[in-house]
């Protein structure tokens, strides 16, 4: 696709309950990062993809945390027994190079985000 | 570890006003450092960026310097439009990673 698609827009959660967030990255970016957005705070690094390997995830808070990108493209953010504190937005990103920001024009292309709220 | 300090919003201007969003940091080494811009429903977006102390970035009428002696890279912008009315995040990323660190992030409001 044109953009970095996430789905669902919006998600109600029940306190206990069990979500999966879904990323679509643009086709052929093979770094993909999670962040999450607590309401009126700037994006937190959660944690990173290149192709399928997971090489970052330090910034994922609990174990109740989990993502994954098995084929290398469309990556999952689970988030288990949520908890209100996990009501934020997620907000997905990819980009086409592995190299740092700094050496690189493109940057990232975000997605429009996830927001979750836990009841 | 990396931080980013950006000013509180919300920043109220009228149509045609100058623009300044304070933006300091504390990091090691040479980070990199971004103004990224989040309009009502869309994704963040990259507005500039500067790479090395003294580089100037500029895109859509906005520049920021990246000035090393005071860890800093303030956001300005001669003439605001009504169409300029989104959220501004300032980031940094390491010198060797790929990661960013956000600031809270700025709501700037322009009225006609």
């Known amino acids: 696709g044109a953009g970095v698609s996430q789905s669902p827009r919006y998600k109600v959660a029940k306190r206990g309950q069990d979500v999966a967030l879904r990323c679509d990255p643009i086709?052929?970016?093979?770094?993909l990062f999670w962040y999450q957005q607590a309401l009126g705070q700037g994006p937190e690094f959660l944690t990173y993809?290149?192709?399928?390997?997971?090489?970052?995830k330090s910034g994922l808070p609990s174990d109740r945390f989990f993502a994954e990108r098995p084929e290398g493209s469309v990556s999952t953010l689970k988030i288990q027994r949520t908890q209100q504190e996990d009501s934020a937005v997620y907000l997905c990103?990819?980009?086409?190079?592995?190299?740092?920001?700094?050496?690189?024009?493109?940057?990232?292309?975000f997605g429009s985000g996830t927001r979750l709220t836990v009841v | 570890g990396n931080s980013v300090t950006q000013m509180e919003g919300p920043v109220t201007l009228s149509e045609e006003a100058f623009l300044t969003i304070n933006c300091t940091y504390t990091?090691?080494?040479?980070?990199?450092l971004f103004w990224y811009v989040q309009y009502p429903g869309e994704g963040l977006q990259l507005l500039l960026k500067?790479?090395?102390?003294?580089d100037k970035g500029s895109n859509k009428g906005f520049e920021a310097t990246y000035r090393k002696e005071t860890t800093s890279f303030h956001l300005e912008k001669g003439s605001v439009q009504v169409s300029d009315s989104a959220v501004y995040f300032c980031?940094?990323?390491?010198?060797?990673?790929?990661?960013?660190?956000f600031g809270a992030g700025t709501i700037l409001r322009v009225k006609s």
């Open positions: 990103a990819s980009s086409p190079i592995i190299t740092s920001l700094a050496r690189s024009n493109y940057g990232y292309t």
């Open positions: 993809f290149q192709n399928e390997a997971q090489l970052d």
């Open positions: 990091a090691t080494g040479y980070p990199s």
């Open positions: 500067a790479t090395k102390a003294d």
């Open positions: 980031a940094l990323s390491g010198e060797y990673g790929n990661k960013l660190v």
């Open positions: 086709s052929g970016h093979v770094s």
